[in-house]
């Protein structure tokens, strides 16, 4: 799948699709619409946040956000915003 390919290129960790909830890095699933990618952070990862302010946590996940959006968008694919917050985005096709 191409989304995998890009991500993958560009150093981003994915993990498979029938992994566990809690195995961490970036999932890509296949929805009716398109393309889901969720990213799925570490307790020390969440706990560092919590530590820092909900503040720190949300800004990160914005960037990560922004920069699979930035590179799928510069593959071609159309990115539209998360259906649900632990969602990072999801492309249509």
């Given at each position: 799948m191409?989304?995998?390919?890009?991500?993958?290129?560009?150093?981003?960790?994915?993990?498979?699709?029938?992994?566990?909830?809690?195995?961490?890095?970036?999932?890509?699933i296949?929805?009716?619409?398109?393309?889901?990618?969720r990213?799925?952070?570490?307790?020390?990862?969440?706990?560092?946040?919590?530590?820092?302010?909900e503040?720190?946590?949300d800004?990160?996940?914005?960037?990560?956000?922004?920069?699979?959006?930035?590179?799928l968008?510069?593959?071609?694919?159309?990115?539209?915003?998360?259906?649900?917050?632990?969602?990072?985005?999801?492309?249509?096709?």
């Amino acid at each position: 799948m191409q989304v995998r390919r890009a991500l993958m290129q560009a150093g981003f960790i994915l993990v498979t699709e029938d992994a566990e909830a809690e195995v961490i890095g970036l999932s890509v699933i296949e929805v009716p619409t398109g393309v889901l990618v969720r990213w799925t952070v570490s307790d020390a990862f969440t706990a560092l946040a919590n530590d820092q302010g909900e503040a720190c946590g949300d800004t990160i996940q914005e960037a990560v956000r922004a920069a699979v959006s930035a590179l799928l968008l510069q593959e071609g694919h159309t990115v539209t915003r998360p259906l649900h917050h632990a969602d990072l985005l999801l492309l249509t096709s």
